[in-house]
C-alpha cells in the first residue's frame, strides 16, 4: 500500500491566488524524495496538504489507504495514529516548540496518546541521548541556538517513533556543524528504519543527502517534473526554467560569458575559454 | 490603572474574583465554542501582544508621551469575550511575575481593564462604526471614542472600589483600614485623570491603530469571535451591572440609616408593625395580625434574615454593610451558576434541533 | 548597470536636500529610547528570577504548589488583619525567608521605593487632618480665613496621629504583600509556577495560556525592539505628533500581524502533532517532607497573625 497518493490537487489559501494547480503523485514505504522549487512555487504547501493541515479544493490526498479529510482526522483510530506516523518539522522553530521545557515538548505528543508515563519518561530519556540533547532538558526552548532548537523539534517528532517525516527547509538558517548533524542523523534514520522522508526545498546541495527521488514545481505551481533526483539534478534546461539555478554572466578581458551556473559539491573549476 | 495590594480590603477583592470567575468560565466557553482550537494559541500570543503594546510609548499633544492599555483595540481585533481573556492572562502575568498590580487586587483589575474597558470601548465603537464600508472615518473614530470611553469608564469602575472601602472597612476608632480615600475623593480623582490624560492616550493609539489596518489590511477589522447569539449578548451587561451594584450595596443601609428611617413600607417585621399599627389606630395599640404570627412561627427560616448572619440583625452599621456585600456577592454567584447552567440547557436543545435537520447548514457554526 | 548621477557623486553626500536638518529633538528620540527602556527592563526582570529561582536555597525547595498555597495565603491574611505589629511581624518573617533562599538584600530593598509612585501623591494628603481626623501631631499651615473658596476649612493643616498611623499601616501592608509576592516569583522557575496556580484550582487550559503567553513574551519583546530599533537608527530629523502617532500605531499594526501569524504556525504545530483540545501535563512529583514543614510554618504563623491582630 502506497504511504501518499496525491490526485489532480488544486488549492489555494483563503482569500489568496492559487498555490497547487492539478498535481498527482504516489509516493512508497521507504522512498527518500523532494519537492523542488522556487520560492512560493507551493512546495511548503504541498507538504501542509500531505500533513492534513489544510484540505484541497479540488482533487484528493489519500495516506495509508484513507482519504485526508478534517473529518477523518477528527476521528480515532485513524486520526490519532496518523498523527503519530507522520512527523511535521516546520520550517520555523519559534512555531514548533511551544512548550515551557524541552522535556515538555517531547511529552506533548505521547501525552496526547495517552501513553503510560513511564513509557513517556523512558522515551524521553532515550530520545535525548539519541540527538545529545539530554543537557537541555529543563530549559526553555527559546533561549537555544538555532541548531538546539532543530534538533528539540526533531526530538519532539522521534519520540512517537513516526514512520514517514515531512522536512520543510530543514536545514534554513543553520551553521554548517548543525546542517551536516541534522542530515546525517536523517540518512541514519533512513537507513536503520526505513523512515519515508519527504523533503522540501530549494537548495539544490541537499538534494543528494535527502532525496533518491525529486519532484519539480514550477513558479506557476503546477508539477512540472517526477525523476530520479539524479536526472533532475543534470537537467539544466529544466532547472533553469523552474529558477532553480541562475544563467552566470562574467567578463574576461572583452569577452563576455554566458552559462548555467551551479555547483553541488565543492569542487575546483576552471572555464576553458580562449 | 494597576491596583496593587493592600489597596481593596476582602469585601471588594473576593467578590471581584467570584464575578471574574464567573465571566473567565463564560468566556471560554464561549471561544471554545465558536472558534475551535485554532484560537487557543493565539489567545496566549495575543496576551503577548497586549502585554507589549502597554510599553509602547504614544506622543501625546504638549510633548509628552504615555502608555496605553489596548483593551479597546484587542477587543476590536479578537472581539470583546477574547479580548477579556486576553486582557485577563496579560494582566495576571504582570501582577505575578513582574509585581505590577496586586496578587489579590487581580480580580478587581480584570474586572476593570479586561471587561469594563475592552466592552464598554467595543460597543461604542460598533455604535459609531456600525456597518460602515471599512473606509469609512467611523472606524477609526468609532476606535478613538471607544478607547477614551472605554478607559474612563474602567477608571470610574476602579474609582468605585477605592472609594466605598473607607465606607465598609473600618477599625473600631473609624479609620480606614485600606483606601482611605472616600468616593468624594477616590471617583473624581480617578475620573479627572483618565477622563483629560490617560484616555486621550488610549483614543490616540486605538484610532491610529485601527486606521493603519484600514489602510493595510481591512479584513482584519472584522470581528472575529461570532456574537450573533442574542440572549448570551446580555451577559456581560448584566454580570457588569450586578457586581457594581453588589459593590454599591451597603448604601441601602447607609442612606435610609443617615435619614433615620425604617424598613421600607410594607416590609415590616412582627415587631416593627406592631408600632406601625400602633401609630394609626386611634387607641394607640399595636398588634400583629394572626396570619402574620403563624408564619413568622411556622414559615421558612432564611439562612441570611435581614441580608445578615444570623445572630447579627441588630449589629451596627458597618458589620452590617460588611454582610450586606457579602450577602450581595453569594447572590450574584448563585444566579450567575443557575444563569450558565440554564443556558447551557438552553445550548444543548438549540444544537439537538439543529443536527435533526440534516440540510440545515448554520452560518453561525 | 546604469546608477543614478545622484550615487555617482560623491559630493552629494554630505550635501542636504530641503531644508537644513536640525539635531533630533530631544523628546522625541527619548520616545523610542524609552520604550526599548522598558523592553531591557522587562527582559532583565525575567532573567534575574530566573537566577535567583537556579539557586540552592530553602524556598527552592518547597513544591511550588505548597509555595502557592502557602505565600497567596498569607498575602490574603495580610489583608485581614490590621495591628502595624502584626505586619511587622509577617515582614520580620519574610525576611528570614528571603535571606535562607538566597535572595538579594537589594531585590528586597526595592521593594519599599518601588511601591508605585501613585502611592505617595495618594498617602501624602492622608496624613492630614481634612482627611483623617484625629489628635494633631504636627502643625504645617495656619489658615487666616475660615473658609478657602468654596470649602470650609479647619484653622491649621496638621498631621494627624491617625493619619500617621493609617498610612503607616497601608505601606507596611502594600510593602509585605509586595514582598511575600517577590518571595513567590523569585524562588519558582515560572512555568513551574504557573503549573502549581493548579493548586489553587486554576483550570488547565489558563494554565497552559499563562505558559504558552510567558514562553512567547521574549520573542514579542525582541520583535518590539527590533522595530524601535529601526526606527531609532532612521531618525534623522523632529517629524510632527502626528507622524510620529503613525509611526506607533504601525508598530503596533505590524506586531499584531506577527501575533497573528505565528499564532496560526503555533496552531498547525499543535495540530500536527496530536492535539484536539485537551490538555495533558506531566505530573508534578509527589509533595515531600519539606513542603508539608512549610506549610505547617505558614499556616501556624498564619493563625497567630489573625488571633494577634
Known sequence: MSVFNIDQVHFAYPGHDPSLCGVSFTVEPGERLAFLGANGSGKSTLLHLLDGLYFPQQGSVTAFGHCLTEEALERPPFGPQFRKDVGFLFQHSDAQLFCATVEEELAFAPLQLHWPKAEIYQRIDDTLRLLEIAHLRDRTPQNLSGGEKKRVALASLLIVNPSVLLLDEPTAGLDPRSQSMLLEILEQLHEQTGMTLITATHDLTLLPHLADRALVLSEDHRLVADDSAHAILHNTDLLLSVNLIHAHTHRHGDVVHRHPHHHITEHEHTHPHE | ?365 | MQLPPWMLDRRSCNATVGAPVSPPAHRQHNLARNAMGSFARLLEELLANETIAARSGLLQLVDPRAKVIGLIGLIVVATLVHQLTTLALCYGLCVLFAVCSAIPARRLLRVWPAIPLFSAAIMLPALLNVVTPGHSLLTLWQFSAPHFGPWQVPPALTITDSGLLVVMRFILRTAVCVTLALLLTATTPTHRLFRGLRALGVPKLFVMLLSMMERYLTVFVQAAEEIHLAKISRAIAVTDMRREQAWVAAGMGALFRRTQALGDAVYLAMISRGYTGDIYLLEEPRWQVTDWAFLMIVVGFATVMLMVG
Not at chain 2, 106 to 132: D, E, H, K, Q
Not at chain 2, 296 to 304: D, T
Not at chain 2, 336 to 359: C, H, N, P, Q, Y
Open chain 2, 1 to 365: 490603572m494597576h491596583i496593587p495590594d493592600g489597596y481593596l480590603g476582602p469585601q471588594t477583592y473576593l467578590p471581584a474574583f467570584a464575578v471574574m470567575t464567573a465571566l473567565w468560565s463564560a468566556g471560554i466557553a464561549r471561544v471554545k465554542k465558536t472558534l475551535r482550537l485554532k484560537q487557543v494559541p493565539l489567545l496566549a500570543l495575543g496576551a503577548a501582544f497586549s502585554f507589549v503594546i502597554m510599553l509602547f510609548n504614544v506622543p501625546i499633544p504638549g510633548g509628552t508621551t504615555g502608555h496605553a492599555v489596548g483593551a479597546v483595540l484587542v477587543a476590536i481585533l479578537f472581539g470583546p469575550w477574547a479580548a477579556m481573556l486576553v486582557v485577563s492572562i496579560a494582566l495576571i502575568v504582570q501582577a505575578l511575575i513582574f509585581g505590577d498590580g496586586g496578587i489579590t487586587a487581580i480580580g478587581a483589575n480584570c474586572l476593570n481593564m479586561a471587561v469594563v474597558c475592552p466592552f464598554i470601548g467595543w460597543w461604542t465603537y460598533r455604535i459609531i462604526a456600525g456597518s460602515s464600508p471599512a473606509q469609512s472615518a467611523r472606524h477609526w473614530l468609532g476606535g478613538a471614542i471607544g478607547g477614551w470611553l472605554g478607559l474612563t469608564a474602567a477608571a470610574l469602575v476602579a474609582g468605585l472600589e477605592f472609594g466605598i472601602q473607607p465606607l465598609i472597612a473600618h477599625d473600631a476608632a473609624g479609620r480606614a483600614l485600606y483606601c482611605p480615600f472616600g468616593m468624594s475623593i477616590a471617583v473624581p480623582a480617578m475620573l479627572i485623570g483618565h477622563f483629560l490624560v490617560f484616555g486621550i492616550v488610549e483614543g490616540i493609539a486605538t484610532a491610529f491603530v485601527v486606521a493603519y489596518f484600514q489602510r493595510t489590511a481591512p479584513d482584519m477589522l472584522a470581528v472575529t469571535i461570532n456574537t450573533a447569539r442574542a440572549p448570551l449578548a446580555l451577559v456581560p451587561k448584566l454580570a457588569l451591572g450586578l457586581g457594581i451594584l453588589v459593590l454599591l450595596a451597603p448604601l441601602g443601609l447607609i442612606i435610609p440609616a443617615h435619614f433615620h428611617s425604617g424598613s421600607a413600607w410594607g416590609e415590616w417585621s412582627s415587631q416593627e408593625i406592631k408600632s406601625e399599627v400602633a401609630k394609626i389606630t386611634t387607641s394607640h395599640q399595636g398588634y400583629v395580625p394572626q396570619g402574620l404570627q403563624q408564619a413568622e412561627a411556622h414559615g421558612w427560616k432564611a439562612p441570611m434574615p435581614d441580608y445578615a448572619l444570623p445572630g447579627q440583625e441588630d449589629a451596627k452599621l458597618p458589620v452590617l454593610s460588611r454582610s450586606y456585600v457579602l450577602a450581595g456577592a453569594i447572590g450574584m454567584v448563585v444566579m450567575g451558576f443557575l444563569i450558565l447552567l440554564i443556558m447551557k440547557l438552553l445550548a444543548r436543545k438549540e444544537d439537538e434541533g439543529a443536527t435533526s435537520s440534516v440540510d440545515a447548514r448554520s452560518p453561525l457554526v
